[in-house]
Structure formats: C-alpha cells, structure tokens
C-alpha cells in the first residue's frame, strides 16, 4: 500500500515509524523542506522522495503540515486522489478544515484527527516510536467519512495503542483552546516576561525544575502555533478573558493582602490533581 506522508515533521514521522511496524506500507516523504526528507530517508521513516504531483498514487495520504497549509493543500489532494484513497490530517484545529470541504465531492474520503500526543521540538529528528501508545485520537465528523474507510482508520489507530474519542469539529477546537493552546500561550508569555526584565542574567541561573517545566512549551514552533491560535481565534480569545479574570483576582488578593482568599483559591485548584488521577485510573 503507497502512503504518502505529506509533512515530514515530527508527529508525521512518528507516525510513520509506527505504521511501519504494524502494516506494510510504502512511504513516500513529501515536504517543501529538503532537510526534512533527507534526515527522514536516513532515519527509515520514509522509503523514498516524493512530490505532491503524484498524489494520484497514493492508496493514503496522511496530512501533516501546520493548520494553515492544511487549509491550502487539502481541496487539491483530495481532488487528486484515486477512488479508493483516504487523507487523514492531524492538526490541532479542525472547525475550518472540515467546514471548507463540507461540500467537495471526495469528502467521504477525508477523515479529521487530531491525535493528543506531541513534544515541544519539531522535525523529523524528534520522531520516535510508540509515541502514540495510550494516546487519544480524536476524530471529527466520522458519520461524513466512507464506512470502509472509517473502520480500516480505526483499526490501524487501535493498533497504535491509540483510544479512539469521536467528536463534532467545534467541540475539538472548544476543548482544545483550555487544555492546550491556553498551555502553550501562558508558556510563550512568561518566557517573554523573563526575557525582558532587566535582571534576566542574574535570575536564570537560579531558575528550577518548576520554571523549565512551565516554560517548556514555549520552545514550540512558532510557525506551527501562530496558524493555530488565528485558525482558534475566538475560543482561543474566550479562554484568556477567563484567565486573564483570574490573574486579576489574584493580582487584586495581594493588593488587598488578603492571604486568606488567596490560600483558598489556591487550595481549590488543588482539585484538579484528583480528578487527573481519578481520569488516569479509568482509562
């Protein structure tokens, strides 16, 4: 079976890696950067160069590039396609993608997932395997892809020990705008309210574990997040009004030096830990 991987990045080639492992694919790299493919071919990721004009091969076409030239390349790919062909994408966003190809004629040949695994670093040379292990895959508007083609999508995702969630394209992006791109800004904003204070060779020498680990997002690829926060722009808005709001309260406790609101504001995020716990023991 031809695959063709388009995006060579770091979430595409660990897919690759995997499908691989479990099923006998030909995978064909396509990407605008050489480097990618080069250190894809060297890692087996891929089994050889290939170039969006011969899509027309493909029996898969996995879609992995940032948000914005998904919503570029997806019409012409699925265009292109031979009948029995599926495209996949794995991007974060999925409201516009899905609505924007509502009506093209290969629709049902388009499946939409956003698989929740990832790391900060992008590229090819980050890409491991098993990364998708217990990982949720979720799958937007599954009643619009062929059946066929649907049930074979859902078996190779099970066989990547991946736990399927299945969802309408506008409660994704909801979701997604708390528990990750809310993540990903504050990360981006505290690293850049260190960078500009004034006595920022004195501090990072003193910086902890709890700093790196807050700040660890922030390494991420900012071609790859700006595309996601305009594509999420009003959930992305709604959920730092909410944040802001609390920042603000918190801002205001110390103003006031009222430590005792500001101990039980604290005390009740300490909650979270035991719903994730008890949401860990029931997957």
Known sequence: ?????????????????????????????????????????????????????????ADR?????????????LPSILSSIKEN??????????????AMISEHPKRNQFLATHPIAGKENSGPEYAIEGMFADKIQIICESYKT???LLEWSKSIFISLGMRLRFMEAKENDSSMAYVSHLS???SFMLAKTVLETKKINNI??????????TVRLAKSSPDMWAPIFQQNRENVIETLDVYI???????????????QSLHEQMKTTNTLTNILNRINKNK
């Open 204 to 213: 990072l020498d003193l910086a902890g574990s709890g700093f790196e680990s």
């Open 146 to 148: 062929r059946d066929d």
């Open 61 to 73: 076409v996995v879609l992995s590039v940032d948000v914005k030239s998904a919503i570029e390349l």
């Open 1 to 57: 079976m031809k695959l063709y991987i388009v995006g060579v990045g770091l979430i595409g080639g660990s897919m690759m890696l995997d499908l691989k492992r479990i099923g006998d694919f030909e995978i064909i790299g396509v990407d605008k950067n050489e480097e990618h493919l080069n250190t894809a071919l060297k890692n087996g990721i891929i089994d050889r160069k290939g170039s969006i004009n011969d899509i027309s091969q």
């Open 245 to 259: 709001h609390n920042l603000l309260n918190f801002k205001q406790y110390l103003i006031d030096k009222d430590y």
């Open 85 to 98: 062909a599926l495209v996949w994408d794995v991007g974060s966003t999925k409201e516009k993608l899905c």
């Open 184 to 186: 990903h800004i504050s």
